[in-house]
């Protein structure tokens, strides 16, 4: 797939700027806080409908403006998509494909993809548990669109059934001998909805990390010169065994039962995909306590690169790759490696404050930009 034009309405720090790719690698180039991440962002917006920085869409709109555009030609294989995304100060956003406006945000998703790789991946192995889970179930609603409904099933039921184990501990705490049982009736509801949609999403996840860990094994072996060993692994926090929804679903139901006083004492819930793990061993050890800054570098570039083949693999069409001010930080083997692998055949974005510590091959076939406060200029070196 091909991002062919991109124009910014009132976007961030952009009043009005079109974009046109001319070729597979462009580089955009300037000083810190012009808006180089900015159009990554776009970017990453038009493929996901989510933004890494933000969740507040009045962050994406222009301080002087009351609503943003983006708009995007993208070339597939078989056809040419015009998209467009509106965001607004207050209220709801459009999402619009061949200029057709979309009542579910889930029809958008799917036309582009695009891998993001950034300095804030390094914390894809040292942050805390919800950064890994949060890469898995990006990647997941790339893959299978469908997916983000049913996380977003997944988080309400586990919204309201927080909130009635919170009235619960209330309860209890007026009254340690107060009965609760006018409560049981609905808490078992939310028992069986938590296991219907926590078995959703774990087997999904079990499944994505099942294909992502022999890819990412085979990169991370590549890169460190056959020294290390890699293993990406599911931990869930309901653990099961077969991959049969009736199953998995019994499984959430018996750690229910066994965590219920747990539950009602904490008045929220401690059982589910919330709380799943994903680990990253090296060596049969976990590289959150282990590994030198160099070695997690390698780890994360192996993940990225196997994201981006799986996507490829699964979609039919090589995704678009997305490298925010992380290519002057890998060394000349790393970055040589990178270029190997992107070949001809993804088509990348990539930012830079300084473009003289890249080896020149990335240089040479290069559209290179200039962004300056909000505009974007061809550059000639
Ligand atoms: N809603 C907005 N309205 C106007 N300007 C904004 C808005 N959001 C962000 N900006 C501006 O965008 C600029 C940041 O741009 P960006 O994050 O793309 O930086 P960058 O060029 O990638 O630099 P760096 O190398 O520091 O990441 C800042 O000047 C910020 O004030």
Not at 27 to 47: D, H, M
Request: charged share 30%; aromatic share 6%; no cysteine.
């Amino acid at each position: 797939m091909y991002l062919k034009k991109l124009h910014l309405r009132s976007f961030r720090n952009y009043v009005d700027r079109q974009v046109e790719f001319t070729a597979k690698k462009t580089i955009l180039v300037g000083n810190n806080a012009q808006g180089k991440s900015n159009l990554l962002e776009a970017v990453e917006l038009l493929a996901t409908l989510k933004s890494h920085r933000t969740s507040r869409d009045r962050e994406l709109v222009l301080d002087t403006a009351t609503a943003s555009q983006i708009e995007a030609i993208v070339e597939r294989t078989h056809s040419t998509n015009e998209l467009s995304i509106i965001f607004r100060k207050q209220g709801r956003r459009t999402v619009a494909v061949n200029r057709e406006n979309l009542r579910r945000q889930l029809d958008f998703l799917g036309v582009l993809n695009a891998v993001q790789f950034s300095s804030l991946d390094l914390d894809l192995v040292r942050g805390a548990p919800e950064t890994r889970r949060n890469w898995l179930d990006g990647l997941l609603i790339q893959l299978e669109p469908v997916y983000s409904n049913i996380l977003q099933q997944y988080n309400q039921v586990l919204r309201q059934r927080n909130a009635l184990l919170k009235k619960i501990r209330a309860v209890r705490q007026d009254d340690p001998n107060g009965s609760i049982d006018s409560f049981e009736p609905q808490l078992r509801l939310w028992d069986e909805q938590l296991a219907a949609a926590g078995s959703r999403v774990t087997r999904r996840r079990a499944r994505v990390v099942a294909r992502l860990d022999p890819i990412a094994r085979r990169w991370h072996q590549k890169i460190s010169g056959e020294t290390e060993l890699l293993e990406v692994k599911y931990l869930p926090n309901v653990e099961w065994t077969e991959d049969e929804p009736s199953k998995v679903q019994r499984a959430f139901l018996t750690r229910i039962e066994e965590r219920r006083i747990a539950e009602q004492y904490q008045g929220k819930t401690v059982v589910g995909t919330h709380r799943d793990e994903l680990e990253f061993a090296i060596n049969e050890t976990p590289a959150r306590h282990y590994g030198s800054q160099g070695q997690q570098r390698t780890l994360v570039l192996a993940l990225k690169l196997a994201e981006l083949k799986l996507i490829e693999e699964v979609i039919g069409e090589p995704p678009l790759l997305l490298l925010d001010d992380v290519l002057a930080e890998l060394d000349p083997n790393r970055q040589k490696q990178l270029l190997e692998v992107i070949g001809d055949r993804f088509q990348t974005i990539i930012t830079t404050t300084h473009i003289n510590s890249f080896n020149q091959n990335w240089i040479k076939d290069s559209q290179i930009l200039k962004v300056q406060a909000g505009t974007i200029i061809t550059a000639f070196l």
